[in-house]
């Protein structure tokens, strides 16, 4: 790491877990939009001292531009989001944006958590109870992606993003989407071939599937 404090560095500065999918779809809407940033991967077990004096929660992920420090995941995606608006990934109605909003605290409080039980979880069956919880959310939402190219939208947006990253870690999850929901496989295929979701990837991630 670079001698320069973290506060005056002239890029910003993204603390992140390289298996997290909270901290993944923070280095995705940066890659979207383009925005230089110094990504410092770190263990979520032995974070670095900068890191615990910046942020009083100790939390991933936790991002610093210059004298400003955000560690709430929603609020660092839509800050990146209103600070670089090319291209917009919220939309500007707001019953949409409020929707948008709504389903983005929901995979981050609720769905995220089920990731983590099932990768790390070490009671079996909290991991199987995770597992079969995730997949019938996920399938509840068929007829959702059967209406707009993306989700509940014509365009790309961070609830996209979001979805994205949690549709990668599928298959290392054990969780296989049934036959009925191809609208979710087209979908999947779809944001998870675009090139900006590729280069996002920690080398962690590109380890959950062998196809790069």
């Not at 993944?24 to 110094?38: C, Q, S």
């Not at 989700?151 to 993003?161: E, K, R, T």
């Not at 296989?176 to 779809?190: H, Q, T, V």
Request: net charge negative.
């Amino acid at each position: 790491m670079s001698d320069i404090p973290v506060t005056k560095r002239s890029v910003m500065v993204l603390f992140s877990d390289s298996k997290s999918p909270s901290c993944h779809r923070v280095r995705l809407v940066a890659k979207e939009k383009d925005i230089p940033m110094e990504v410092i991967e770190v263990d979520k077990d032995n974070l670095p001292e900068d890191l615990l004096e910046l942020n009083p929660y100790a939390t991933l992920p936790t991002l610093v531009d210059r004298e400003l420090v955000l560690y709430d995941p929603q609020v660092i995606i839509e800050y990146l989001d209103e600070r670089f608006p090319h291209p917009p990934l919220m939309s500007v109605d707001p019953i949409s944006k409020a929707r948008s909003r709504q389903m983005l605290r929901q995979i981050e409080t609720e769905w995220y958590p089920l990731i983590d039980t099932i990768a790390n979880g070490e009671d079996a069956d909290e991991v199987k109870l995770a597992r079969r919880n995730l997949q019938e959310r996920l399938i509840q939402l068929i007829p959702v992606f059967d209406h707009k190219p993306y989700f509940m939208s014509d365009d790309y947006s961070l609830v996209d993003i979001s979805m994205a990253v949690l549709l990668w870690r599928l298959p290392s999850l054990g969780i296989e989407l049934p036959k009925g929901a191809k609208a979710i496989i087209d979908y999947a295929d779809k944001v998870l071939s675009r090139e900006m979701f590729v280069e996002s990837l920690s080398d962690d991630e590109i380890d959950m599937r062998d196809i790069i």
